[in-house]
């Protein structure tokens, strides 16, 4: 049986440029984040969804090419008619295509939703390779450094822990889950943003 070499060090980086999204795929990162900050249109059309007050949700299964765009015909549909909507369609597309980029993705999936209350209050990692999360409108995931909680600790209700990292609206994060390749017991720690602040969020994962 041959067992996959895991580095003793884990790290997670973050940068300016989406250029730093490729870094999640050295062994030792397991989690690349993009601290963009979004174009105010793109603002102002999350905060127009999420004080529609409904819970708006889109999934789907998409096939993808290196070499085409990625097609997302009535995403979101019942927001078509707000000011921004064709900005927002093409900078999800634009990040399906960077997404399949980075991994030479034949088959994604995609998940937009409109949250009011945790998802996942409790930290965690992820059963999947590599996950995209951005929040357009209200705060993103939280996540801790690799040692700050044993994992076995992960099965309490919710244990003690300090400096708890943050993701902001408009960061795009790509986070390594337990799934990748020689990442067993490395996955990422994170969770679902305290509180009941409503939020619009984006997830994709790489299906083949």
Same mark, same amino acid.
């Given at each position: 049986?041959?067992?996959?070499?895991?580095?003793?060090?884990?790290? !997670?980086?973050?940068?300016?440029?989406?250029?730093?999204?490729? @870094?999640?795929?050295? #062994?030792?990162?397991?989690?690349?984040?993009?601290?963009?900050?979004?174009?105010? !249109?793109?603002?102002?059309? +999350?905060?127009?969804?999420?004080? $529609?007050?409904?819970?708006?949700?889109?999934?789907?299964?998409? #096939?993808?090419?290196?070499?085409?765009?990625?097609?997302? *015909?009535?995403?979101?549909? @019942?927001?078509?008619?707000?000011?921004?909507? @064709?900005?927002?369609?093409? #900078? /999800? +597309?634009?990040?399906?295509?960077?997404?399949?980029?980075?991994?030479?993705?034949?088959?994604?999936?995609?998940?937009?939703?409109?949250?009011?209350?945790?998802?996942?209050?409790?930290?965690?990692?992820?059963? /999947?390779?590599?996950?995209?999360?951005?929040?357009?409108?209200? *705060?993103?995931?939280?996540?801790?450094?690799?040692?700050?909680?044993?994992?076995?600790?992960?099965?309490? +209700?919710?244990?003690?822990?300090?400096?708890?990292?943050?993701?902001?609206?408009?960061? /795009?994060? /790509? &986070? %390594?889950?337990? %799934?990748?390749?020689?990442?067993?017991?490395?996955?990422?720690?994170?969770?679902? *943003?305290?509180?009941?602040?409503?939020? &619009?969020?984006?997830? $994709?994962?790489?299906?083949?």
């Amino acid at each position: 049986m041959i067992v996959a070499h895991k580095p003793v060090d884990i790290f !997670q980086v973050s940068g300016d440029s989406p250029q730093v999204l490729t @870094e999640v795929l050295q #062994d030792n990162v397991n989690l690349a984040v993009w601290r963009r900050r979004m174009p105010a !249109q793109l603002e102002d059309f +999350a905060q127009l969804v999420v004080s $529609l007050g409904q819970p708006l949700a889109d999934q789907r299964v998409i #096939d993808v090419d290196e070499q085409q765009a990625p097609a997302l *015909p009535g995403l979101l549909h @019942e927001t078509a008619d707000l000011q921004g909507y @064709e900005s927002f369609v093409a #900078d /999800v +597309a634009w990040l399906v295509a960077a997404y399949t980029c980075l991994l030479g993705a034949r088959r994604l999936g995609l998940r937009l939703r409109v949250l009011d209350a945790p998802m996942c209050p409790r930290f965690h990692v992820d059963h /999947v390779p590599l996950r995209l999360l951005t929040s357009y409108a209200g *705060p993103g995931s939280e996540w801790l450094q690799e040692g700050a909680i044993g994992r076995r600790e992960l099965h309490q +209700a919710m244990p003690a822990v300090d400096n708890i990292q943050r993701l902001q609206a408009g960061h /795009v994060a /790509v &986070l %390594k889950g337990e %799934k990748w390749r020689g990442n067993e017991g490395a996955g990422l720690v994170h969770r679902s *943003p305290s509180g009941h602040q409503r939020r &619009l969020l984006l997830s $994709l994962d790489w299906l083949a």
